[in-house]
């Protein structure tokens, strides 16, 4: 049975009002199930409705969408079959990032390389209740760097202080996930906007996805309030910028976002060649492709 409040993805998107370029990725997108081949995980703190490859797929070639990231949802734990199975069907154009524990074998890590996974996911966000022990992270981030994976973290704003120590020691790729979620009512003024920035531009080594506005926005669509944040960041640190749908967009309970305007809202923002170019081909190409 489907969690109590939780929205299905969006059933007819518009289309986007301006085309993307060709060959643009989808940075952050997921696959749930569908349950009846990939069960979901008992760990998990809600149970989504169906929306597997096919669904992913079909919904890509609508946008204009050439390339994507599959990263793995919380709802599968650390079984990351549906998304394997889904970066396989698609071919070389998708990536996935994986959710693994510290006891994976080096062994199965280069499968899931062969496959097309180039990173995992480390989600430190309190309410969805899958943090661990840093040293947890520690281990498997020892085990990725041979193979030139980076990772995600994702955190909600008030705990980078107490993280930031870690992602300094962090020796691979570290990719901020969802504009480190900074406040959008407090702006590019507030103590957490200068935090985020301050851990960007330090080193080259750190990432950030300009990507659900949906989750920040105060006002709703078109989520236009978490423009100034978003474009402060792609000024900042362009070259180290991507972008995501967050499709089918876990644990929305206010709203189910249309993908159409989700894509206008990123046209708007990057309103120039060159931006698109950076934070919709040649960025995500560095990172997954390389």
Known sequence: MVSPGYLAYHPNPKKPDVALPGGSCDSHCHVFGPAARFPFASTSTYEPVDAGCDTLLARHRFLGIDRAVIVQA?????????????????????????????????????????AGVRGVRFNFVKRLGSARPLDHYRQILSKIAPLGWHVIVYFDAEDLVALEPFFKSIQVPVVVDHMGRVPVEEGINSKAFELLHNLLTQSDKYWVKVSCPERLSKTGPPYSDVDDIAKALIDSVTDRVLWGTDWPHPNMKSHMPDDGQLVDRIMHIANTEELRQKILIDNPTRLYWS
């Open 74 to 114: 919380s709802c599968h734990g650390t079984n990351n079959d549906a998304m394997i199975d889904a970066i396989k069907t698609a071919g070389d154009n998708y990536r996935g990032v994986a959710v693994v524990d510290k006891d994976i074998s080096p062994e199965e890590l280069e499968l899931m390389h062969e």
